[in-house]
Nanobody
Framework: QVQLVESGGGLVQPGGSLRLSCLASRSIFSIVAMGWYRQAPGKQRELVAGITNGGSARYADSVKGRFTISRDNAKNTVYLQMNSLKPEDTGVYYC?????????WGQGTQVTVSS
């Protein structure tokens, strides 16, 4: 089955930056839209950024202008460059298709923004 592996999270101070990576195990990745989802304690999981197979991106209002999503189809990898991080960005970040087509979630990567 398809495997999704997120990496790159960590503890960062407000205003700092992180770059997340998501590796997919199947070449089908190259023809589907992908997204990054964030889940904070007590909150529903939300799409923060999405990118089509052709490279068209969309963002949640809360991250627009600060985050950039990109993909490398040859590597079956999608990235999320996160700049000017705020405490409100704290949560577990997951990648999956956009929209979600199957309940196949990886372990996610924890992002904590704190002084």
């Amino acid at each position: 089955q398809v495997q999704l592996v997120e990496s790159g999270g960590g503890l960062v101070q407000p205003g700092g930056s992180l770059r997340l990576s998501c590796l997919a195990s199947r070449s089908i990745f190259s023809i589907v839209a992908m997204g990054w989802y964030r889940q904070a304690p007590g909150k529903q999981r939300e799409l923060v950024a999405g990118i089509t197979n052709g490279g068209s991106a969309r963002y949640a209002d809360s991250v627009k202008g600060r985050f950039t999503i990109s993909r490398d189809n040859a590597k079956n990898t999608v990235y999320l460059q996160m700049n000017s991080l705020k405490p409100e960005d704290t949560g577990v970040y997951y990648c999956n298709t956009d929209p979600v087509l199957a309940d196949h979630w990886g372990q996610g990567t924890q992002v904590t923004v704190s002084s």
